[in-house]
DNA sequence: CGCTTTTGACCTGCGC
DNA sequence: GCGCAGGTCAAAAGCG
């Protein structure tokens, strides 16, 4: 845990991230390879704890894949930071940070839009984005960074139960 | 022709 | 109890 492990780091006390999330390190994500993102600790924990994971990329492809025995990313993006995110609510859901122009990225799904509602904080939009195959419980909700808005923050919730 | 997008309305939870 | 914010649904339209 030297220098390749600037990625792993301890998990944030539940402490007030009222307004704002702590900027942490994942233990959770691990750095494998060239483009390859795998869950380095217990999956399973990784999805019943409310801890949401933020990955900041600064490429707009990035294929995700969402396995049971881990993530999957795929594309030619460099990583800028990983960091968790702890959120109020238990739910089992994980940010992603993009440094993208457009919310649309293309990680391998196909979705269907059922909603759009403008966030208070944010002059921004916020597009909620549902998983098209039937018995796909996936949600995913996109929205730009309220401080940064050339990122957008991909969530995604639940996990894909169908191939591709 | 099928499916996705779109936009407003509706519902629910929480705070005051 | 009311109001606000967030999330979801649904009808109509648009596009391939």
Known sequence: M????EITADSSSDSDFTNQWSIELSEYLKFDGNNEWVVDDD??????????????YD???VVSDFGEGGIHFE????TREISSVEEKKVRKKFSFKTKSEVEIL?????????GKKMVKNSPNPRHYYRCSVEGCPVKKTV?????????????YEGTHTHPR
């Not at 999956?43 to 900041?56: I, K, L, M, R």
């Not at 594309?75 to 460099?78: D, I, L, P, R, V």
């Not at 293309?106 to 059922?114: A, F, H, I, L």
């Open 59 to 61: 490429q707009a492809n």
């Open 75 to 78: 594309g030619s993006s460099s």
């Open 143 to 155: 929205d730009r960074d309220r401080d940064d808005s050339r990122y957008v923050i991909t969530t």
């Open 2 to 5: 030297t220098d390749k492990n």
């Open 43 to 56: 999956p399973g924990s990784f999805v019943s704890e409310h801890v949401s994971t933020q990955v900041v």
């Open 106 to 114: 293309d990680d391998g799904y196909k979705w269907r839009k059922y």
